[in-house]
T-cell receptor
Framework: LAKTTQPISMDSYEGQEVNITCSHN???????ITWYQQFPSQGPRFIIQ???TKVTNEVASLFIPADRKSSTLSLPRVSLSDTAVYYC????????????FGGGTRLMVKP | DAGVIQSPRHEVTEMGQEVTLRCKPI?????LFWYRQTMMRGLELLIY????????DSGMPEDRFSAKMPNASFSNLKIQPSEPRDSAVYFC????????????FGQGTRLTVV
């Protein structure tokens, strides 16, 4: 079971790009990387996932280096509404592994 | 689809009482998960089901906790008897089979045991 390590908290300002890096040194060949976002009083919500290189969607980009031992979630031009907790998960076909959450990164976006 | 539906949204009960939390997963999803979230312990996976069968309940804290999934459209989590330390937000999530399938979470049930 690959453990993830990410910063406990980050601060940013509106309009800035935010990069949150997650370490997963023990990632296995069949594992993929998933990020979730959680607002206060809500359940986590899927943001993005990938296996290697770069993935981009309408919300974020995910950068994964060749060794896959880390990944970086990039949020372009954040707004106050991006203030949330961001979780990095490493998972494989086993459903239980997929949804084992760590502590997450609490992002605070300031005006 | 209305998403994962949990009820009630809030529950306040007295210590010693039985509490039942309910979840309706998204239709067609064959995995269902129960989580508990507190400030101290974060998001903890309690139990998950595949095709209505419990697969891993190692996260269930004590025998006071039990969960069932009698059919594909319903699951419940019971705490009997409840204790103040059970106060938390309980989330239910569902997903389909398949590599990389996304999990969808309900809005959660905020349980307060006094």
């Amino acid at each position: 079971l690959a453990k993830t390590t990410q910063p406990i908290s980050m601060d940013s300002y509106e309009g800035q790009e935010v990069n949150i890096t997650c370490s997963h040194n023990n990632i296995a060949t069949n594992d993929y990387i998933t990020w979730y976002q959680q607002f206060p009083s809500q359940g986590p919500r899927f943001i993005i996932q990938g296996y290697k290189t770069k993935v981009t969607n309408e919300v974020a980009s995910l950068f994964i280096p060749a060794d896959r031992k880390s990944s970086t979630l990039s949020l372009p031009r954040v707004s106050l509404s991006d203030t949330a907790v961001y979780y990095c998960l490493v998972a494989n076909n086993n459903a239980g592994n997929m949804l084992t959450f760590g502590g997450g990164t609490r992002l605070m976006v300031k005006p | 689809d209305a998403g994962v539906i949990q009820s009630p949204r809030h529950e306040v009960t007295e210590m010693g009482q039985e509490v039942t939390l309910r979840c309706k997963p998204i239709s067609g999803h064959d995995y269902l998960f129960w989580y508990r979230q507190t400030m101290m312990r974060g998001l903890e996976l309690l139990i998950y089901f595949n095709n209505n069968v419990p697969i891993d309940d190692s996260g269930m804290p004590e025998d006071r906790f039990s969960a069932k999934m009698p059919n594909a459209s319903f699951s419940n989590l019971k705490i009997q008897p409840s204790e103040p330390r059970d106060s938390a937000v309980y989330f239910c999530a569902s997903r389909t089979t398949g590599w990389g399938s996304e999990a969808f979470f309900g809005q959660g049930t905020r349980l307060t045991v006094v």
